[in-house]
């Protein structure tokens, strides 16, 4: 117990940063075979063929065909997304040496589970083994932005208002409109694959810090986890990070996307800080209105009709992501992050980039939607 309580004050202290809000960002790419498009398993070659200063920026996900980056912890947006751009070109130089490309998009359309290897370590057999089957079909692949908090009182409070948010920020995000071979009708079926994972869910109110962290020590003492980052909620506090994890988006082609959904995370933590100091934060809402805005996000464009949260208004998606935006006004002024109003605008306008796959898809069928998601990376920022 003596052992537990001092790890626990550790991951504690974590939260405790000097300067708050600053930015890291993971994304989730397909290995694919230049010619089919399908995946091909080459992380074992990919994490063998690292040297400095890039061994420390990528990392294994659950199956063999998948590779992950991770930017530096940085201060503003735009040198993570610069961070994110240089990594996607080592990816492409790595790729032609060992012959893959990557290909990006929320799901691979077509590659079938049972064809997918897993990451041979204890961290991922362990997935393994407690998801069977279920664990196979995690063909999945997203973007995660971790922000920086003050403490880990401030953070959870943090946490439990920006649930708000996460279904307004899946619907600009949506990119993976097929799975398995089948049109799934869905815009995220990502959301739906990786969702049969346990503790994938929007977490609930919790009263404060202590809250949480009774919980996790709970799961560990019946064993439904080993460690805390097996949580896999849509928000979650990083206990060994010390920051808000963002782990609800599709990741994306496009770096100015990629940009503004980095931009808004920055924007909605620092945002709800102010709000929270101010005591002025809103926390509590009905779980079973944030679940349906996220189906709804999940499934339907931005006309969808949704339970605004707060004031329990007959709303929609799109409405909500202009509340969103509104909110966080000041918080792009602050960091000097004003275009992401651009791209926000430009996707409600034209659509997201489950659009642009279901467009490619009608006019070329998998075999050009797996061309065009290799073919149409971008790998330069500005």
């Given at each position: 117990m003596?052992?537990?309580?001092?790890?626990l004050?550790?991951?504690?202290?974590?939260?405790n940063?000097?300067k708050?809000?600053?930015?890291g960002?993971?994304e989730?790419y397909?290995?694919?075979?230049?010619?089919?498009?399908?995946?091909?398993n080459?992380?074992?070659?990919?994490?063998?063929?690292?040297?400095?200063p890039?061994?420390?920026?990528?990392?294994?996900?659950?199956?063999?065909s998948?590779?992950?980056?991770?930017?530096r912890?940085?201060?503003?947006?735009?040198s993570?997304?610069?961070e994110?751009?240089?990594?996607?070109?080592?990816?492409?130089?790595?790729?032609?040496?060992?012959?893959?490309?990557?290909?990006?998009?929320?799901t691979?359309p077509?590659s079938?589970?049972?064809?997918?290897?897993?990451?041979?370590n204890?961290?991922?057999?362990?997935?393994?083994?407690?998801?069977g089957?279920?664990?196979?079909?995690n063909?999945?692949?997203?973007m995660?932005?971790?922000?920086?908090?003050n403490?880990?009182?401030?953070?959870?409070?943090?946490?439990?208002?920006?649930?708000?948010?996460?279904?307004?920020?899946l619907?600009?995000s949506?990119?993976?409109?097929?799975?398995?071979g089948?049109n799934t009708?869905?815009?995220s079926?990502?959301?739906?694959?990786f969702?049969?994972?346990?503790?994938?869910?929007i977490?609930?109110?919790?009263k404060?810090?202590?809250d949480?962290?009774?919980?996790?020590?709970?799961?560990?003492?019946?064993?439904?986890?080993?460690?805390?980052?097996?949580?896999?909620?849509?928000?979650?506090?990083?206990?060994?990070?010390g920051?808000?994890?963002?782990?609800?988006?599709?990741?994306?082609?496009?770096?100015?996307?990629?940009?503004?959904?980095?931009?808004?995370?920055q924007?909605?933590?620092?945002q709800a800080?102010?709000?929270?100091?101010?005591?002025?934060?809103?926390?509590?809402?009905?779980?079973?209105?944030?679940?349906?805005?996220?189906?709804?996000?999940?499934?339907?464009?931005?006309?969808?009709?949704?339970?605004?949260?707060v004031?329990y208004?007959?709303?929609?998606?799109?409405?909500q992501?202009?509340?969103?935006?509104?909110?966080?006004?000041?918080?792009l002024?602050?960091?000097?992050?004003?275009?992401v109003?651009?791209?926000?605008?430009?996707?409600?306008?034209?659509?997201?980039e489950?659009d642009d796959?279901?467009?490619?898809?009608?006019d070329?069928?998998?075999?050009?939607?797996?061309?065009?998601?290799?073919?149409?990376?971008?790998?330069n920022?500005?």
């Amino acid at each position: 117990m003596n052992g537990r309580k001092k790890l626990l004050y550790k991951l504690t202290n974590a939260f405790n940063h000097s300067k708050p809000f600053t930015i890291g960002i993971e994304e989730e790419y397909m290995i694919c075979d230049p010619k089919t498009g399908e995946l091909i398993n080459k992380a074992n070659d990919i994490i063998s063929f690292l040297n400095e200063p890039y061994i420390d920026r990528y990392s294994y996900e659950l199956i063999l065909s998948e590779i992950e980056v991770n930017t530096r912890v940085h201060t503003d947006t735009e040198s993570a997304i610069e961070e994110i751009s240089d990594l996607r070109k080592k990816t492409k130089e790595i790729g032609k040496k060992l012959g893959f490309n990557i290909g990006i998009s929320g799901t691979h359309p077509t590659s079938k589970p049972q064809d997918q290897k897993f990451v041979n370590n204890d961290s991922y057999n362990w997935v393994a083994k407690q998801l069977g089957y279920y664990a196979q079909r995690n063909i999945t692949f997203s973007m995660h932005v971790h922000i920086s908090t003050n403490n880990a009182e401030e953070t959870i409070h943090i946490t439990n208002s920006l649930r708000r948010w996460i279904a307004p920020m899946l619907s600009l995000s949506t990119n993976s409109p097929f799975f398995s071979g089948c049109n799934t009708k869905m815009r995220s079926s990502r959301i739906f694959q990786f969702g049969s994972f346990p503790r994938t869910n929007i977490p609930r109110t919790f009263k404060d810090y202590n809250d949480y962290e009774q919980l996790v020590n709970l799961y560990i003492k019946t064993k439904s986890i080993e460690k805390p980052r097996q949580v896999w909620w849509k928000l979650r506090p990083h206990m060994e990070y010390g920051t808000i994890e963002f782990r609800i988006c599709d990741v994306q082609r496009s770096l100015s996307n990629a940009f503004m959904l980095a931009g808004i995370s920055q924007a909605l933590v620092y945002q709800a800080s102010v709000d929270y100091n101010n005591k002025e934060l809103i926390e509590n809402y009905d779980i079973e209105l944030l679940n349906d805005a996220l189906w709804k996000a999940s499934r339907f464009n931005m006309s969808s009709q949704i339970i605004d949260p707060v004031t329990y208004n007959q709303s929609s998606i799109k409405q909500q992501i202009l509340i969103m935006q509104e909110y966080i006004q000041p918080a792009l002024s602050y960091f000097g992050n004003m275009k992401v109003n651009k791209y926000i605008n430009n996707i409600i306008s034209k659509g997201t980039e489950s659009d642009d796959q279901i467009k490619i898809y009608n006019d070329t069928g998998f075999v050009g939607l797996k061309k065009y998601l290799m073919n149409n990376v971008e790998y330069n920022y500005n």
